[in-house]
Every structure is written in structure tokens, then in C-alpha cells.
């Protein structure tokens, strides 16, 4: 086996007991608040009651059981591959290597990168606010909210887990409206929360969701959401400044397990990412839905109708619509950004970049059209504009 492969593959492998992670039970991936993944067998065993708490056997930094949380990346990577699948790279369809030699058809160029080990923790979403340029970036850090500035600097952070107002206890997107407030899905408690770029909470909504997940918001600074288990996409309407919710209405159900989602600020046009299962070893797929404004269905493309168009399996963890109204996706199979055309046009099939991402699972642009991609990977935040 490549050096490679093997390092890979020890992604898969708790670094204490060196058993293959699983998606449940004993062998289930968790997060210490350190960042080190343990599976949950190891945690009970490191914290069990006579020790009281947990000390991290890579940095010994001490926690408690309670605080651990599940690692989604992982979780992800383990539903992709099935319960016994082989290495990485055969699985995702891919000969080895990080993604293609060098940049995209696009030419977009690498700009800035921020975060990284030790600032950001498994981040899961990011989302930018097109007055300020200043980032949002939800991770499971000691506080869960990450606000960057346009260049770069540490401006904000909040969103500690508990059980309070402006808490949070797994965030699982995030996303900035127009006048300014931070959107999370918590799906700790399964809830939106809304807060000012201060990190005060100014809204939680707790009724009726099952597990809400993707984020984005539309010109009028309204909230669509994905749940994931009631298979829905979801309208918010709130006064965020006066902290009162107006309407929650369902506007498309009967998706399969819909998670991200975004939404074009020129059209109004909805794009969301289902997460299909079957049976049988690496059957794991997904498919891409695009609504109008109206939520009548323009198209939609599954991992099998892309794999026409490319010749590799294609796994969409993220999506965005970029300036121009085009539709573009992360795919954590060939470790790139594509863009799938307009919705009239969809799908096409034009890789904007193509080196130097690992595992990406968050997309949005900047109002400069700059492509902002998160990387669970390396933990951070890419920049990227056409050189």
C-alpha cells in the first residue's frame, strides 16, 4: 500500500485502540474539545467515573465525557464508504493524489488562507456578509462561532456550548443576512439561533424542526433552511433586530435527507443537496435540486447523471450560486470546486479548482465574487479570485 494510502486510511483508525471508526456504537468518531478524535469507546474508557475526568493522551488537555461531541466529517466520510469499505482513494473513485495537478479551467488562484489546527476545530459551514466582507465560520471549537475580518484578523468569537440564550451546541451551518445578524443551525437542540456580529443572541427558534441543517439567506434577509429528518426546506421570516419571529413556513418537503443549500440573490432560485442512500458497499450518493423562486423544480442531477458528464464519482457536500447565477459544488470525491452551469443550462461541468483542497464541505462567495472554500481537511478557510 502507497505511504499515501496508508496515511489516509489511518483517518479511518482511532489513534488509541487503532480499531476502524464506525458510524455507531463503540467504534462512533468523537470530537475532544481539543480538536483529537477518539472513538466513543476509548472516551468512556479514558473517562470513566473513577478518573472524573478526561485528559487527551495526545495534548493532555483535560475534559469531561460531556464534552465531547460527535466528529461530522468523519460521520460523513464513514457514510460514504459503507461499514467495511476499503481505502479512501479506491473508494471515492479516485488514482491517488490531492485532485488534479494544478489549477482549475477557471484560473482562479489561492489568495488568502486562514484558520488552520488550533484557530479552527472540524469546522462544518462558513458564510460572508456582503457589506463588511467579514466571515462567519461555525466550528466545534470552545466557542462556535469564528468571525474573520476582509484581511484575514480574529474579530469575533462566540457561541459557547450550554444551554443558554446566546449558547450553542453543535453548530452545522451558518449563514449572514443582509442587515447583518449571524444565522446557526444547532443541531444539538435542533434550533436556529440568530445573533449581531457581537455575539449577542437576539432569536432561537426551537419548535418544529427535527434536525435542521443547511443555511443561506435571500436578498431580504430571510433564512431558507434544510432538515435533514423531516426531509424539508424551510422559509424564515424574522425581525432580527427587534428579535421576533414573523413566519416559519415549509416551502418543499419530501426531499431525501436535504442538508446543503443555497440561494441566488439576483433570481431567487433555491439549490439543495439530498443525501440518497441504498443498499450495498459505497452506495452512498447525492443529488442536486434547483427550485425556482416559485419552488417549482427546474432540474435536478444525481451522482450517476454527473458521473456522465465526469468520469469520476461525485459526492456534493456544499453548493453556492456565485454572481452570474451559476451553480457550484464542492465534491469531496476529487477534493475540488465545480461549477454545474446556470440552472437553464444545468448541468455542465467546469472545475473551478482543482489542487490544494482535502476535505472540503463549505462554499460561499464574497460580494468581489471571491470563492470562499472551508476545509475540514486542514481546518480552514481558502480564498480564492481569478488571477
Known sequence: MAAEDEEELGLLECRVCFERYAYGG??????LPCGHVLCRGCVEALGSPERRRLECPFCRRACSSAETTDCLPLLQLLEILGPAGPSIPSALGRSGGRGAAGPGAAGLGLRLSLGGWGSLVNPTGVAACRRSGRLAVAHDGKKRIHVFGPGGSCLQQFGERGDAGNDIKYPLDVTVTSDGHVVVTDGGDCSVKAFDFEGRGVLAVREGFCLPWGLDATADSEAILSDAEAGALYRLTADFKMGKLKKCQMIQSRLI??????????????????????????????????????????????????????PSKIYATAVAFDKE???VVTDICSQAVICLGKPEEFPIFNPLVSHGLYYPVGLTYMANNSLVVLDSGDHSIKIFSST
Not at 258 to 277: D, F
Request: no cysteine.
Open 257 to 310: 435527507s436535504p442538508r446543503g443549500v443555497a440561494v441566488s440573490q439576483t433570481s431567487g432560485a433555491i439549490v439543495v443537496i439530498e443525501h440518497l442512500k441504498a443498499q450495498g458497499l459505497n452506495s452512498s450518493s447525492t443529488r442536486v435540486k434547483i427550485f425556482s423562486a416559485e419552488m417549482d423544480l427546474v432540474g435536478q442531477m444525481d451522482s450517476f447523471g454527473l458521473n456522465l458528464v465526469f
Open 325 to 327: 447565477g451559476h451553480v
Open 26 to 31: 463503540q467504534r462512533r468518531p468523537r470530537n
